[in-house]
């Protein structure tokens, strides 16, 4: 794959406190991945190279509501989240008790997120991005090429990059810009999903790779 500014951006997924502060609620399961990919660096480093390169950079997050809490059934992971309230928002309207929560922004992304530039898509409910607008939001600019990245590897980066590459997009996925949840009794998710990138993405870079792309 060959980045350009004109049909390419930047896709980062949850980088948000509850997966990436040693305060959030998942950071039992995921933090070990996190030290290990150097995760939070490296998205850091991400956005430096895609604002400094004047590419597209687009946020699709993952905000669960009260009204979620009513969900009558879901896989482990999907049911843990709500009962943990992890990415909780008490309103999807306005800002109040956002600012600080686990479902706000790790604080030194927010200079790049809160830019007024960067894209902020519709939130996606489980893990892939059909139930949000990312994929209108790309098109609408003509975006045929995405570098991936975020949270979690195996389930909600590994379920966008298959929706993409299915809505007909190049996904290069940035494999140290992401991290895996570690639970005992099923295995480790970074190391599930980094086999499928292998098999089903585009491209598979390390943040070294993509930051010289952008340059």
Not at 4 to 33: C, M
Not at 57 to 76: C, E, K, N, R, T
Not at 192 to 198: E, L, Q, T
Request: hydrophobic residues 40%; charged residues 20%; neutral net charge.
């Amino acid at each position: 794959m060959q980045f350009n500014k004109s049909d390419t951006a930047l896709v980062v997924i949850d980088p948000q406190n509850d997966v990436l502060s040693e305060k959030g609620v998942s950071w039992a399961a995921v933090g070990a991945s996190v030290k290990e990919n150097n995760t939070v660096e490296n998205l850091a480093r991400l956005f430096t190279a895609a604002k400094a390169g004047n590419f597209a950079v687009f946020i699709s997050p993952h905000f669960l509501y009260p009204y979620d809490q009513a969900w009558q059934f879901g896989g482990l992971v999907e049911k843990s989240m709500l009962d943990e309230k992890e990415f909780f928002r008490p309103n999807p309207i306005g800002d109040k008790g956002f600012t600080g929560s686990g479902a706000d922004w790790l604080e030194r992304y927010k200079p790049f997120i809160e830019d007024g530039k960067t894209v902020v898509v519709s939130p996606h409910k489980v893990w892939g991005p059909q139930t949000n607008d990312l994929v209108l939001q790309l098109r609408k600019r003509r975006v045929n090429k995405i570098i991936l990245s975020g949270m979690l590897a195996n389930l909600c980066v590994e379920s966008h990059l298959r929706e993409l590459l299915e809505q007909g997009f190049e996904v290069a996925v940035v494999k140290d810009a992401t991290a895996g949840p570690r639970i005992p009794e099923i295995g480790d998710g970074y190391k599930a999903a980094v086999i499928n990138y292998g098999f089903l993405a585009n491209a598979v870079l390390t943040t070294d790779a993509a930051v010289k792309q952008m340059s």
